[in-house]
């Protein structure tokens, strides 16, 4: 127990965490691994919980159950853990026993330090738990799988509940790539959460905290940092930002969104004698993102860019993924590429200043998660919880979720673009003037839902929509041209586009063909 006071004493060098860092998840995660890879890297012990259990006992973790049964088990299990948690300070790094979180006294101990969730999904946790167990830690309650996933779907919440940091369980390059994010977290403004972003191309930490980007916190340091915003954003919050090597921005609104604009900013940052060694940072809604992620895309084949996001569509999708590109008068984004950011600020409180209609667009991107993550992220549209903070990180964290599992749009990713065929269309044949991408996205999700067959859904849809003051119709457009419109839809491979349509919530599939006939009678239901 002394070795915790010991490491951190030892430990001043600026590098070691200004918190302690206690990882926590179910068996099986990897939280015994994790400590142990960050611990190394920092010149720093790893304390694990079950080991020390094992030697308080003399005997293994089965043996203790065997012997004296659970609630046993328990109390001694919180014993030691509120001890360690108690001594922990800057420079320790803790491995916690899965079921030690459900005391009252744990959870209280554990505020002050900084908790990371492994986040494993149960089919991994059980076969890591069952098929693999380490000999000195047998784990009792990994024998029956039913019980098992029950007892993964009881906790799941709680540690969701208690997690400052979430990461994938672990393999060594993880880790290695996570280190300096949970320095840096350890270190950041209270109350402030992470997300561990990965895909096939790169990783990058998403922070989310109240006034976070107005706090002088970067999730990266680099020499130079150049502004790209629109004039509105940048004249609300540039000057909170610190200092900065330089600016360009553009007009607001979709219409922008060009590569008349990319050349803009193109000509500024070779002004501003912008490298690879600099960093861009994107401030504002998704037509910022889009068309500074792709300017950091080209500029140079490639500079760092970390996006701030200004509106709750950016906030809860398009911040995030990689997806760059601008607009051409034919089709919407149908120039870009993909360019994963160095690390993404969400700050709530940007949404303050955010005009309502503004703030009504961004909930069809909600409704759309929803409907794509089904469970409790579905049930809390339907129950009509608030646009807080905590509906925000869930959607910021199913889309991650997907773009970790198909970073290039060739299978699975496929599904966030429900309502996005129609949606799309509409801003195109409208000039981009017309519909927030919200608005349209709204729509299209309404004739996704009528081809998907399910009219009380799309009932269901229409009136939460309604109530959050999105159209359900538009007036003065052809049907006929919306289709043809939707021909021009960067998706198309062949010769239809592909739809996107539900099956249930929490069942959305991409790769159905569309007739015209009922891709018709989906759109003019839709015009006035």
Not at 2 to 8: G, S
Not at 211 to 239: K, N
Not at 244 to 250: A, N, Q, R
Not at 372 to 388: F, H, N, S, V
Request: net charge negative; glycine share 10%; proline share 5%.
């Amino acid at each position: 127990m002394e070795q915790i006071v010991q490491q951190a004493a030892r430990q001043d060098d600026g590098t070691r965490p200004a918190r302690a860092l206690v990882f926590i998840g179910f068996m099986g995660a990897g939280k015994s691994t994790a400590a142990r890879l960050l611990a190394e890297q920092l010149d720093l012990e790893a304390v694990d919980s079950d080991r020390l259990l094992c030697e308080r006992f003399g005997h293994s973790v089965a043996e203790e159950f065997a012997q004296h049964g659970e609630a046993s088990f328990r109390a001694a299990e919180e014993e030691l853990v509120c001890e360690l948690l108690e001594r922990a300070g800057p420079g320790s790094v803790i491995a916690l026993g899965g079921g030690s979180v459900t005391s009252k006294r744990v959870r209280a101990a554990l505020e002050p330090h900084v908790t990371v969730l492994l986040d494993v999904e149960v089919q991994d946790a059980w076969a890591r738990a069952h098929k693999h167990p380490e000999t000195h830690l047998e784990r009792p309650l990994a024998s029956d799988k039913d019980a098992f996933t029950a007892l993964y779907t009881e906790r799941r919440r709680l540690y969701e509940g208690l997690a400052d940091a979430i990461l994938p369980p672990t393999p060594r390059q993880s880790i290695a790539a996570a280190n300096p994010a949970l320095l840096n977290l350890a270190g950041a403004p209270s109350h402030t959460k992470l997300l561990w972003a990965s895909a096939a191309s790169g990783s990058y930490p998403v922070f989310f905290g109240e006034g976070l980007a107005r706090s002088g916190f970067w999730p990266v340091r680099m020499a130079r940092r150049f502004l790209i915003s629109d004039e509105t954003v940048a004249g609300l919050y540039m000057q909170d930002l610190g200092e900065l090597h330089g600016s360009v921005t553009i007009q607001p609104g979709e219409q922008h969104k060009t590569l008349s604009s990319a050349e803009t900013v193109f000509s500024a940052l070779v002004r501003a004698g912008i490298t690879r060694a600099d960093q861009l940072v994107a401030l504002g809604g998704g037509v910022v993102g889009d068309l500074a992620g792709f300017c950091a895309a080209t500029y140079q084949r490639g500079v760092p860019v970390i996006h701030i996001p200004s509106t709750l569509v950016a906030q809860v999708d398009s911040a995030y993924g990689g997806k760059t590109g601008v607009d051409l008068p034919e089709a919407k984004n149908y120039v870009g590429a993909y360019h994963q950011p160095t690390g993404v600020i969400v700050d709530f409180s940007l949404l303050k200043t955010l005009p309502a209609p503004e703030l009504a667009a961004g909930y069809s991107e909600v409704l759309k998660t929803a409907l794509i993550a089904g469970g409790d992220l579905w049930e809390r549209i339907c129950a009509e919880d608030p646009l807080d903070e905590r509906m925000i990180h869930a959607c910021a964290r199913t889309k991650l979720a997907i773009v970790a599992e198909d970073e290039r749009d060739t299978g699975r990713r496929q599904v966030l673009n429900l309502g996005h065929t129609v949606g799309h269309a509409l801003e195109a044949l409208t000039g981009y003037r017309r519909l927030r991408h919200g608005e349209a996205v709204a729509l299209g999700l309404l004739a996704a839902l009528r081809l998907s067959g399910l009219s009380d859904l799309r009932q269901q849809v229409s009136d939460l929509l309604s109530a959050h003051g999105l159209p359900v119709t538009i007036a003065a457009v052809d049907p006929h041209a919306v289709i043809a419109a939707v021909a021009h839809d960067k998706k198309r491979t062949g010769e239809r586009v592909p739809f996107v349509l539900v099956e249930r919530p929490g069942d959305v599939r991409g790769g159905y063909q569309v007739g015209d006939r009922e891709l018709l009678h989906a759109i003019s239901e839709l015009i006035t």
